[in-house]
């Protein structure tokens, strides 16, 4: 079992910067693929951004690419997503994410693990 716990949500102006943290405990962190998916009220969840486990193959949705990077420092098994020129639109709770398996993509159910979720507001 992993359990993860995301921090750092906030609300942040239109072209601010705001940097999420995914603390994960239980088994090795490191053994795990991760990511982020989102999900704005009224929308269904949607992918953000994944990484291997060795990090050399990272994955990101179109809309976040060249805004958002994401990061993992196995030793404090914590991953981050750093949001940078954020939008309205990225309004949304984000979620943590692992699995096994080494997947990258976009469906959420090959997904194992999930944190509680965070909010992230940005206002216009």
């Known amino acids: 079992q992993v359990q993860l716990v995301e921090s750092g949500g906030g609300l942040v102006q239109a072209g601010g910067s705001l940097t999420l943290s995914c603390a994960g405990s239980?088994?090795?962190?490191?053994?795990?693929?991760m990511g982020w998916f989102r999900q704005a009220p009224g929308k269904e969840r949607e992918f953000v951004a994944a990484?291997?486990?060795?990090?050399?193959?990272?994955a990101y949705a179109d809309s976040v690419k060249g805004r958002f990077s994401i990061s993992r420092d196995n030793a404090k098994n914590t991953q981050y997503l750093q949001m940078n020129s954020l939008k309205p639109e990225d309004t949304a709770v984000y979620y943590c994410?692992?699995?096994?398996?080494?997947?990258?993509?976009?469906?959420?159910?090959?997904?194992?693990?999930w944190g509680q979720g965070t909010q992230v507001t940005v206002s216009s």
């Open positions: 994410v692992a699995n096994y398996l080494g997947y990258l993509g976009s469906d959420l159910r090959k997904y194992d693990y």
């Open positions: 239980g088994r090795t962190f490191s053994s795990y693929a």
């Open positions: 990484f291997s486990r060795s990090t050399s193959r990272t």
